[in-house]
């Protein structure tokens, strides 16, 4: 049974969501033309490339590819190539700080504590991002409300100190997302057909069981409140209202 099979359920005001993410995309491409989105090449990001193609507005797309991805994932990549006839940027992490962590740490320095799994995220992921929204004043997310407690009450739109960043679909279900994918037939992860709905690096994320919670595959071995790897953590980061949310109130 595919991931199709399985979650292919949209919520009542699914018609409703798709307008709104794309009228939302088109109004901060008019504010903020220098757009790019960040894809984990995970179901949502399947989802947001096509609403931003739906959208007719410019912005690239890119990806951390931090050394430990599922050869599932990088798979994704050639498959948006040749959809959209674009080129997916790929940022690396610098290969000496792997290097000299690994021989510091050991390859297994994400499971001895946070603190060694949080300093590996860094390397691989949080400082390619800051080379990868160079030059941006935007960046897009698939970030969803009902991803986990952390996100709950993620924002459709944030300041954050250098560039906005746009989640269009904060409140989309899960059910909502595949009933998209499905829709438009968009190419996607086939470890979503193995019961991973999170994916991550590889030695960070597994399957889940009946019963899990969405994200109980990433850093299991972690309490709840600490599974976040930097990306999306913006404390100093401020909540925006978007017109269409002045319009609606």
Not at 33 to 52: F, R, W, Y
Request: hydrophobic share 40%; aromatic share 8%.
């Amino acid at each position: 049974m595919s991931a199709i099979d399985l979650y292919n359920r949209p919520s009542a005001d699914f018609n409703a969501k798709v307008e709104r993410a794309i009228a939302l995309l088109r109004e901060q491409a008019a504010l903020h033309p220098k757009l790019t989105q960040a894809s984990s090449l995970g179901a949502e990001d399947m989802v947001v490339t096509h609403l931003i193609h739906l959208a007719g507005i410019e912005a690239s797309v890119f990806v951390l590819e931090t050394g430990k991805l599922h050869a599932e994932t990088l798979a994704v990549i050639p498959q948006i190539e040749q959809r959209y006839a674009t080129s997916v940027r790929v940022f690396r992490p610098r290969q000496e700080a792997v290097v000299h962590f690994v021989r510091k740490n050991g390859e297994d320095a994400m499971y001895r504590s946070i603190e060694l799994r949080k300093a590996c995220c860094d390397l691989r992921k949080m400082e390619p991002l800051s080379r990868a929204l160079e030059g941006h004043d935007g960046w897009i997310t698939g970030l969803r409300r009902e991803q986990s407690n952390a996100r709950a009450d993620v924002a459709e739109v944030v300041q954050e100190p250098a560039r906005v960043k746009i989640s269009p679909l904060v409140d989309w279900t899960w059910g909502d997302v595949w009933h998209f994918i499905a829709t438009h037939d968009l190419p996607y992860n086939a470890l979503h057909d193995r019961f991973f709905p999170s994916i991550g690096c590889e030695p960070c994320t597994r399957a889940i069981s009946v019963g899990e919670d969405f994200r109980a595959g990433r850093w299991w071995w972690e309490q709840e409140s600490a599974k976040e790897c930097g990306l999306h953590v913006q404390p100093e980061a401020s909540p925006l209202v978007s017109s269409l949310e002045r319009t609606s109130a």
